[in-house]
């Protein structure tokens, strides 16, 4: 029990009411704070000192520490004031707070309660003056499996084990191959109970969903519904609600992954003539697509549009809605003349037939 002078604590039975505190970032906090016995007396604080902490979540940093006022030591009264200015550097995150006594040469924590020990749980929060929190851009993962061809010449074909397709078009024992379907982003550390991510989407067609863990090394666990889209071109955004200490945005929009049965991309080639794209020739309609895959030319030239058209997942043609410009000669058509056979002279387009891509991937 306490003798009234202040000299003597009871180590476990000096809680603060283990509430949740909540600081607000931008404006002054004064935190009150009440120092009680088990039998929720008051304690008498006279010669000792406090020190307040907020630290982060994992432990490993002090976020902001101040000395404590005492109000009123006979009936265990004190408070600290967390100023706009100590709290300027802060990041809006989760946290604890703890509280250090210091009497004499007695210096020991000031439980919170029997359960928590000697910290209890704070939110720091954007108040009236938050600060301004730019947006971050993430990596784009790549989708190139789910194309004909790229533009550093890998395609589905020559995936390891590279002729393996070749030998079994009809997808046969696809489930031992080792091509990916799904594809992520750079990882996100919040500093918000909300993280919003903006993405823009080409032609895309897949799902698309956020995913958590506790660390880089956890298992990763969903945080969003899977969203499907179906030959997408649109700026969307995904809300993330809760504190999560890892994101990332999980992308599986390849051909590889349709529901029934694994699909095969579709094979073409592009005619252009004085440097206009002026044909599209499907040699093998592919199989599995949801929707009509997004069509690219790549070469010298700009401008060159097309749309394709699916009928039971197979692509059964391409029209081009622009010929664009400036298509000349590329050598050995960008791939070769048994996949691509033009003349020379009309070879200027190289086809990229994919189910999209994302662009401006952004966080905040």
């Not at 967390?82 to 550097?89: I, K, N, P, Y």
């Not at 190139?144 to 390891?160: E, P, V």
Request: negative net charge; contains cysteine.
């Amino acid at each position: 029990m306490d003798t009234g002078a202040g000299e003597t604590f009871i180590y476990r039975y000096d809680p603060v009411y283990a509430k949740q505190l909540t600081i607000n970032k931008g404006v002054d906090n004064v935190l009150l704070f009440e120092f009680i016995n088990q039998q929720e007396k008051p304690v008498n604080i006279t010669g000792s000192s406090f020190l307040f902490r907020a630290i982060s979540t994992d432990g490993d940093r002090i976020l902001v520490e101040k000395p404590m006022v005492t109000l009123n030591a006979a009936t265990g009264r004190a408070k600290v004031t967390l100023t706009s200015a100590d709290l300027l550097e802060v990041l809006a995150q989760p946290a604890s707070y703890s509280i250090q006594r210091v009497s004499g040469n007695l210096t020991e924590a000031v439980f919170t309660n029997a359960q928590a020990g000697a910290r209890a749980p704070a939110a720091i929060v954007d108040s009236i003056l938050p600060q301004h929190v730019p947006s971050a851009p993430l990596t784009i993962p790549t989708t190139k499996l789910s194309a004909q061809a790229s533009l550093d010449g890998t395609a589905w074909g020559s995936y390891s084990p590279g002729t393996y397709w070749m030998g079994n078009p009809n997808g046969g024992n696809y489930w031992n191959s080792f091509a990916n379907t799904e594809f992520y982003s750079s990882f996100i550390e919040p500093t918000n109970a909300i993280t919003t991510i903006q993405m823009t989407l080409v032609g895309y067609t897949g799902t698309i969903k956020a995913q958590a863990a506790e660390n880089y090394q956890s298992i990763f666990y969903n945080v969003t519904e899977s969203t499907t889209y179906y030959n997408e071109t649109r700026t969307i955004y995904m809300n993330i609600v809760g504190w999560h200490p890892i994101l990332r945005v999980c992308f599986n929009n390849s051909i590889f992954a349709v529901p029934t049965q694994p699909g095969t991309p579709a094979i073409g080639y592009a005619t252009t003539e004085d440097g206009v794209v002026t044909s599209v020739t499907i040699t093998n309609g592919g199989s599995g697509y949801l929707a009509p895959p997004h069509i690219n030319f790549i070469g010298d030239g700009a401008g060159a549009t097309a749309v394709a058209t699916v009928s039971d997942g197979i692509v059964t043609g391409v029209t081009v809605t622009n010929g664009g410009s400036g298509y000349w000669y590329l050598p050995n058509a960008g791939m070769g003349a048994g996949i691509y056979p033009n003349n020379p002279n009309q070879t200027g387009a190289a086809l990229i037939i994919s189910t999209g891509y994302v662009v401006d991937l952004l966080y905040r």
